[in-house]
């Protein structure tokens, strides 16, 4: 859909929470693509430290998947402070070839879990949820990592895909509801199931008391997907925050060579290992993110709702009585409703749906809304925010795709 995104609001106020979350949980960033073998040395991963990334995701399509180069990896990873989840074709043997290879690598300090499988379809899904388990009960502190479809490419998808998965895992074991939907495809569209795919994995999210993580666009694919700008970034990422995402993962960060007909544009780091223009964007994004997190983690996104002209499949207008809206109907905007999993406190934040045109929005607050604190994506903590208490009204400027967190009070 070649619609431009509107304006994404996120308010969060606290309140109850996911079940399995505890004051210790911290809000991840990942990377999937790590530097290729040839540039698997102490240089690249310094730089990508510097980018706040805490866990690498290593795959069974990179060059990266001997126990050599994964101890390797790891190695690297601890001495500049991340994680990776390490890639071995043993992962596809006996049971017996499984635990040899958890054996190897349960006891690396910098061991994040172990890859599964990468989109597994329905034919598949049973051999993944076999594999997670086994790995799941010879590891109980360890990711074993499988990434699902999004839901346009199956049918049945919310019952039959996705809650089957977290049924047949075991809400119990699931360390994160993963899936996959980039937005920005070729000449100019917008990908149009890409709300509705976040909402269905929001709600079973909620349902089951698991934390959710998708994968941020950082690509282009010639012929399939355009390759995002820094406002097409920012709304990838506000959007996924204000769905409740705990772990987003970016692909890629190296730029995938050698994959048949998919021929990759330039990611975050070229194919030569260099920096592009998209790093710093990165590197302040991750930042960002890592700021809110400190708060995210703990919410619950209660309650989405996206105002303006032309709903998104997937998506609903606020009721009449919501906390804040718009002061303008039209204004296009995400609005979600955070609680907090630990107190009674609530959270709104607020998203720019529009990759292309920042906007200075007036939202009217509710008269029993007597103040708004802003959570600060520099600082992480609550700022006094431009809310007139007389009037029940804020007004801000956001840059395209920005949200902003706030604290209700």
């Known amino acids: 859909m070649n619609r431009m995104i509107s304006f994404l609001i996120v308010i969060l106020s606290v309140g109850s929470g996911v079940q399995g979350q505890s004051q210790k949980d911290a809000f991840k960033i990942g990377i999937f693509w790590p530097p290729v073998w040839k540039h698997t040395n102490e240089e690249q991963y310094r730089i990508l430290a510097e980018t706040g990334v805490d866990i690498i995701q290593n795959v069974s399509s990179t060059d990266l998947n001997t126990q050599e180069k994964n101890l390797r990896m790891l190695e690297l990873a601890q001495q500049h402070k991340m994680k990776v989840i390490i890639s071995e074709p043993r992962v596809h043997g006996s049971d017996d070839s499984i635990k040899a290879m958890v054996d190897t690598y349960r006891n690396h300090p910098a061991t994040a879990g172990y890859y599964i499988r990468d ?4 034919a598949l899904l049973d051999w993944a949820i076999k594999t997670y388990r086994t790995i799941a009960a010879l590891d109980k502190e360890k990711i074993p990592h499988v990434n699902l479809f999004p839901d346009f490419a199956l049918k049945d998808y919310e019952k039959g895909y996705v809650e089957r998965w977290i049924e047949g895992v075991g809400k119990e074991n699931l360390k994160y509801l993963s899936f996959d ?5 070729r000449k100019g569209r ?3 199931s890409y709300y509705n795919c976040m909402d269905i994995i929001r709600r079973a999210g909620l349902k089951y008391g698991v934390k959710t993580s998708c994968y941020l666009q950082s690509f282009g694919i010639v012929d399939m997907y355009r390759r995002p700008n820094i406002d097409e970034m920012r709304l990838n990422v506000y959007s996924n925050l204000a769905y409740g995402i705990k772990n987003p993962v970016w692909f890629c960060y190296a730029t995938p060579t050698g994959q048949g007909d998919q021929k990759f544009m330039n990611s975050v780091i070229d194919s030569l290992g260099r920096k592009t223009d998209l790093y710093e964007p990165f590197k302040a994004f991750n930042a960002e993110m890592k700021q809110l997190g400190k708060t995210l983690i703990h919410l619950d996104a ?5 105002s303006g002209d032309s709903l ?9 009585d919501f906390l804040l809206l718009p002061a303008d109907p039209k204004s296009e905007v995400i609005l979600t409703l955070f609680r907090d999993q630990h107190s009674s406190r609530e ?15 007036t939202f009217k607050a ?6 708004l604190q802003e959570i600060s994506n520099t600082t992480g903590k609550p700022v006094k925010s431009p809310f007139d208490r007389k009037k029940h009204r804020i007004t801000q400027a956001f840059l395209p795709g920005e949200g902003k967190l706030y604290l209700v009070k």
């Open 312 to 320: 998104w499949m997937g998506t609903r207008l606020p009721p009449a």
């Open 119 to 122: 989109e597994p379809d329905s």
């Open 181 to 185: 939907i980039y937005p920005y495809k």
């Open 347 to 361: 959270y709104i934040m607020v998203v720019n749906k529009s990759f292309r045109e920042s906007r200075t929005i």
């Open 302 to 306: 209660s309650e989405v709702y996206h």
């Open 366 to 371: 509710q008269n029993r809304v007597s103040g």
């Open 190 to 192: 917008f990908e149009k």
